[in-house]
């Protein structure tokens, strides 16, 4: 990954660039109440995927730090096991909990070409290198998903902007 993306290109996209809705932006200005709320059709609301983006970001710092963290058998293991409404204190820290972790991932996007080529022991199947270990296309896809439970609860775009077209 490291030789087909630069390290802008990491940072772009892990803060919403282009075509990628911001992580940050999506979740900034949005109540207790809206990410809590379930859509029809649709398995997680937003607090449950910040919740599971969170879970997998703090899986991989700890294999970026060279510890070895048991790998979920289940996906559902990576999100919250209670289904109750956030109180508007447990979502202010899991969103600040979801920008500080942010923000560490941003850091080592920038780390030198010789740091991105660092193998990552895995422990579900082999090494990887830094730079697959970033959580990009991992937080794009759930950035994009946020951005549309927002919008089917009329609650697009966010005060930060994002594509209403």
């Known amino acids: ?16 660039q282009g075509a990628h809705a911001d992580p940050i932006a999506c979740i900034e200005d949005l109540s207790a109440e809206l990410a ?17 983006m969170n879970y997998w970001m703090r899986y991989e710092l700890k294999r970026i730090c060279g510890e070895k963290p048991e790998y979920p058998e289940h996906n559902a293991e990576s999100f919250p096991t209670e289904l109750r409404p956030f109180d508007t204190h447990a979502w202010d820290e899991l969103k600040k909990d979801f920008i500080r972790l942010l923000s560490e991932f941003a850091v080592l996007a920038e780390s030198s070409p010789e740091e991105m080529a660092r193998p990552i022991a895995s422990g579900h199947g082999g ?13 794009t896809y759930h950035a994009g998903q946020i951005a549309m439970i927002r919008r089917v609860l009329g609650a697009w775009p966010p005060r930060g902007g994002g594509d209403s077209w």
Do not use: K, W, Y
């Open 36 to 52: 809590a709320r379930q859509v029809a059709g649709f398995p997680h609301s937003i607090g449950q995927l910040i919740h599971h």
């Open 1 to 16: 990954m490291s030789s087909l993306m630069s390290s802008r290109a990491m940072v772009e996209l892990l803060r919403g």
């Open 127 to 139: 090494d990887q290198q830094l730079a697959g270990t970033l959580e990009v296309a991992h937080n």
